[in-house]
Every structure is written in C-alpha cells, then in structure tokens.
C-alpha cells in the first residue's frame, strides 16, 4: 500500500493536527488531568495495531493472528504489574470510566448502592452523577469535602456508609489536592461489608512513583486513566486480587467492550515502560514540587487555596476570597488568551453554579514534563495572579503572553 500523508489525504485534518501540536508546543498545560506523552507513546498509538481485532485475553483470542497482540498486552500487563504492585491487572478499558463501568458491571447488579464524593466536591461523573449511566443504573448517596478544612469529611463518609449500607464505596477524585486516607475508607468499606473502587486515574503516575500513598493491597479495586500523570496515552486500567480477576475480565469483555483498542494498549506498554525508568520518580517528585511552589506563591498573592495546600499535582483555587467579582470562567479565559491553560472548577461549598463556578484548577504534570522547576512554576504563579487581578486589562494581558511565549520557547515540547 502506498503511504500517503495525512496531509495528501485529508489537508483539514492536517491542518488541524498541526494547528493542535502547535498548541501544546505554545501553551502552557495546566489542565490537571492532561499531560504530553512521549513521541514513542504516541507512534505505538499510531500503530497498525489499530488494525487488529483481539478479543478475548493473550492465549485466548476470538481472532487468529494475535501473536503481536498478544506480546503487546502481556508486556503492558507485565509492566503494570511492577509498576503498582498489583496482583492481577487489566489493561483494556478504553478509558477511566470504561474501567470503573468494568468494576460495577462485575460486582453490582442493577439498583444497587454506591456511596460515593460529589461532583461539585472533586468526584467523577462517572462515580453515580445522574447524567451519566452509574446515577440511571444504581442508589446513589454522596459524601462531601469539608468546606472548613478543604479535606475529605471522613466522619460523614463513615456515618454514611453506615445509614445508606453501600455495595460499593467509591474512592479517588479529580479534584483533590490532598493524600487520601486509602484506610479510612476501606474501614467505612468493612463496617457494612461493601466493596471500596479506588479511582487513582488523576494519581496514577504519583502512586507508581511511590510520591502518593498506594491503594493496591488496601482496596478491592483500584482503576486508573493511562493518560495524565503517568503519561502512557489515552485508555484505562483496573488492578484487583487474583480472587476477583476472572469477573473483572469478564465484565471488560465480553461485559463492556468488544474489541481492546491495541494500538492504545501498545501505548501504554511504552509508557509503562518509561515510568520503570528511575528518571519517572524523578519526574514525579518534581510534578510535586511543582504543585507546592505554585500553591505557596499564589498564597503570597493573596490566593485562598482549598485545603491551604497541596500533596499531589493540582491546586484547586477558591477565588472568592481574593477576587470575589470574578468567577472561575473569567479566570479561565482570560489565562487562555495569554497561554495559560487550565479550567474553570467548582469549589466545595460553591455558591456560584458547575458551568461558571468559584474556583481554578491548576496542574503541574504537563509543566513538569517539558521541563519546569519550583522557580519557574513560582513565576507562572505571578503570572496567574497579574491576569486573574487584571482580567480585562488588555496591556497587562499582552505583557503576559509575551512571557508565555519566552517560557514556551526556553521549555521545548515537541519538534
Ligand atoms: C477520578 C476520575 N475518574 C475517572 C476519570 C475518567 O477518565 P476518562 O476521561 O478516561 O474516562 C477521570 C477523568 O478525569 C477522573 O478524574
């Protein structure tokens, strides 16, 4: 077959991919579940393999032909195995959610319960909001953040499981800039004796680099999302015992999906891979170091964060105290305009609405891969603050932009 070019085939499309790396390239990526994966990750991804049907497991294939397929997924198993400690690992949901609908499809039954955080607190939609499948298909009760401290309120999680009696608690968020108390959790879990889904897909990367507590060996389940810190591209993953494997296979496939995205599995097998290599907990430490001098001088300007603080990649910024008159979307577009991307973020006690709400989310995964330290992360906190303070100053924002383009140009991404 001849090989043409994207570009020969479909010029729009073209131009769209280049418009796209072209982004990445001069912005800065601040949107806490994002990250930039290597060139390797993303040839794997661009692989034939997106050719191939192989459904089934390595060994026990629907399909001939697997051989490859096969080599592919044992070694994004092999890997994650090492890389989280986990005793049995599936690696094709095609996405985070995919992988909590494989945990629920195999241990709930329709009506069942989930307890589990808010959306508007950190939660997920996919941990029982009613826009999405879990809120139409099961109970759902919802514990909160304290508004007080920023931290999980694990007393109400604890009293809650004990009035609603889950089947399942649901732990792990993509809004929360604390350590989770796994432990905790599980004890709620215990006491009504429900099952605990440990959603690390924010944390991934943190967790594998040993930089954030570890679920695996606490609780029943443990998913993730392959494309943010742990930078393997865009998929899923569940971790469980080896008691529970065989159903949690099942509800992937035949339950959930057909065909496994190989190409995507090849990606993470590479990703996977770097993040064996002693340079990723390097990496992780300093996406956490990061998040810390970002949080400590948007503090010296004046900025509320939730929880005081951080322990992982995002601050979440609760802009009422310091700008009262400019919501979480002025914030987010007027930071677009200069190169500064991040997202607009409800905050625990929000007194505005979820699509224009009080608060900013900031991330340091996509800062930390292309190179960014404390000190740089401290100026782009400046740099938050004189736009956010003067969102509607065009000179003010021209000024910044000029220094995004600096600081984009010094920290290269791609070629
Ligand atoms: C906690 C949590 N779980 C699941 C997901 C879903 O991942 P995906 O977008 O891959 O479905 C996300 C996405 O940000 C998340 O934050």
Redesign the pocket.
């Known amino acids: 077959m001849s090989y043409d070019t994207v570009r020969d085939v479909d010029p729009a499309v073209a131009d769209a991919l280049v418009g796209e790396r072209d982004r990445q390239n001069d912005t800065l990526a601040m949107i806490a ?1 994002e990250n930039h994966v290597s060139e390797a990750v993303m040839e794997a991804q661009g692989s034939e393999l997106t050719n191939k049907y192989a459904e089934g497991y390595p060994g026990e294939r629907y399909y001939a032909g697997c051989e490859y397929a096969d080599d592919v997924e044992n070694l994004a198993i092999e890997r994650a195995e090492e890389l989280w400690g986990a005793e049995h690992v599936n690696v094709q949901p095609h ?4 992988a ?1 609908m494989g945990v629920y499809l195999a241990m709930l039954e329709p009506g069942d319960k989930i307890l589990s955080l808010e959306l508007e607190h950190g939660g ?1 939609l ?2 029982g909001h009613p826009a999405n499948f879990t809120g139409k298909t099961y109970e759902v009760e919802q514990y909160t953040i304290d508004p007080d401290t920023g931290y999980i309120d694990y007393d109400e999680l604890q009293d809650l499981a004990a009035s609603f009696d889950p089947d399942i608690i649901v732990s ?3 809004a929360y800039p604390r350590d989770i108390e796994w432990e905790k959790i599980q004890q709620a879990a215990d006491d009504v004796d429900a099952y605990h889904l440990a ?1 690390i ?2 944390i991934t990367g943190l967790v594998a680099a040993g930089v954030h507590s570890s679920p695996v060996g606490i609780a029943d389940f443990v ?1 993730g ?1 392959t ?2 810190t742990i930078r393997a591209g ?1 998929g ?1 993953i569940i971790m469980c015992d080896e008691e529970y494997a065989d159903d949690i296979d099942a509800a992937v496939f035949p339950g959930g999906q057909g065909g496994p995205l190989m190409h995507n599995v090849a990606g993470k097998a590479v990703g996977f891979k770097e993040a064996l290599e002693p340079e990723f907990e390097a990496y992780a430490e300093q996406v956490v170091a990061n998040a810390k001098a970002l949080g400590d001088q948007l503090q010296e300007h004046g900025f509320s964060l939730v929880s005081g603080g951080t322990d992982n990649h995002l601050v979440l910024v609760d802009l009422r105290d310091s700008h009262p008159d400019t919501t979480g979307k002025d914030a987010e577009e007027a930071l677009e305009e200069v190169g500064i991307v991040l997202n607009a973020n409800t905050v625990p006690g929000e007194t505005r609405s979820a699509f224009n709400p009080s608060g900013i989310r900031a991330g340091t995964p996509g800062l930390t891969t292309r190179g960014f330290d404390e000190e740089a992360c401290r100026e782009v906190a400046d740099l938050i603050y004189r736009v956010v303070d003067n969102y509607d100053d065009d000179d003010v924002k021209a000024e910044v932009s000029e220094r995004v383009d600096e600081l984009t140009d010094e920290f290269t991404l791609y070629e």
């Open positions: 579940s996405s985070g959610t995919q909590n997920h996919s941990h792990g968020y993509s959603d897909a924010h998913t999302s494309h943010k865009r899923g």
